[in-house]
C-alpha cells in the first residue's frame, strides 16, 4: 500500500508568487510540462569562472496542486541530439552531480505558486580542468489518491488498474573548469523531400575542442529576387562534449507559399558565448542546383 509521503516547502520572499510566474511567462527560456504545468527558469545552468551558485525558479500554472521530486540523471547525447541514461560517463566525459548540492529536492507547489530552488557548487578543489555535465530532473509525483483508486464495481471478481502516466522536465548542469576553446564548424548541408513530400533540409554541426556548444538555429529562404523568409526557428540546440557531431533534420515551413525548387537556404547557428557576445556559423544551399532535391 502506498502511503502519503511527508514533503518539505520553503518559499521565497523575494518576490510575491504572482509577480515571479508573470516574470518566467514572459522569459523565453522557460519550459512547461504539457501536463502538470511547471514553469522552469533557466533552461540550462552553467558554472564557471566565480559563478558557484544558482537559482532555480519553480512555478505551477496550473490548476491542481502539484509535487515534483528532483534528482540527478546523467545522459548520453547521440549524433541525432536524443538522450540515452547512462550510470557511467564514456570517454572523455564528466558527470556534475558530484560536485553540486541543491535544496529542496522535493516541492509541492499550490495553483499559481512560485518557489525556488537553490544549487551550490562544492568539492572545487577534486576537479580537474575540463567540462563536466549531469541532468537535473524535475519528476511529477503522482496524487496517492489516485493511484490507490477502489475497482469499478463491488461484483466484480477482477482487479481494476488505472494506469497514469508520470511526466518529468529534465534541465542540463554545466560545470566549467579551466579556458573554454570551443568551436564549431556547419557542414553536409542538404536539402531533401521527407515523409509526405515534407521539404527538409539536413547539416551536420562539428565541434571542436574541451567544452559544449549552445545556440539557436535559424534557416531563411532567400527567393531570387531577394525577399527573405524565415523558415525555421530552433532555440536551445547544443552539441554537449564528449560528443564531436550532431547531425540535424530540419522540416522547413510549407504555409508561406514558397517555391523551393529555386532561390536559396540561408543556415545561422547563432552561439551563446561566455562571455554574451555573438558568434555565428552560416551555411547556404542554392536549390536549384541542391545535391537530394526531388
Partial sequence: MLRPVQTTRTQTKTAGPKILIAALLLLSCCARSSAQDLLISPLRIVLEGTKKSQEINLANVGKDTATYAITVVDYRMKEDGGFEQIDSPDAGQNFAGPYIRFFPRKVTLAPNEAQVVKMQLIKTSQMAPGEYRSHLYFRGVPDEKLLGEKPRS????????????????TIPVIIRVGENNAD????????????????????????TGNMSVYGDVTVDYIAPGGKTIQVV???????????????????????????????????????????????KVEVQVDLATAVGTK
Fill in 233 to 279: 526557428l530552433a532555440r536551445g540546440v547544443g552539441v554537449y562534449t564528449p560528443n564531436v557531431v550532431r547531425r540535424m533534420t530540419y522540416d522547413l515551413a510549407t504555409d508561406k507559399g514558397i517555391d523551393y525548387h529555386k532561390g536559396k537556404l540561408h543556415a545561422v547557428y547563432t552561439l551563446q558565448t561566455n562571455d554574451k557576445t555573438e558568434k
Fill in 184 to 207: 564549431v564548424k556547419i557542414s553536409g548541408a542538404t536539402f531533401q523531400t521527407g515523409e509526405n513530400n515534407k521539404p527538409q533540409l539536413s547539416f551536420a554541426f562539428n565541434r
Fill in 154 to 169: 463491488k461484483d466484480s471478481a477482477g482487479i481494476s488498474i488505472s494506469l497514469k502516466p508520470i511526466f518529468g522536465i
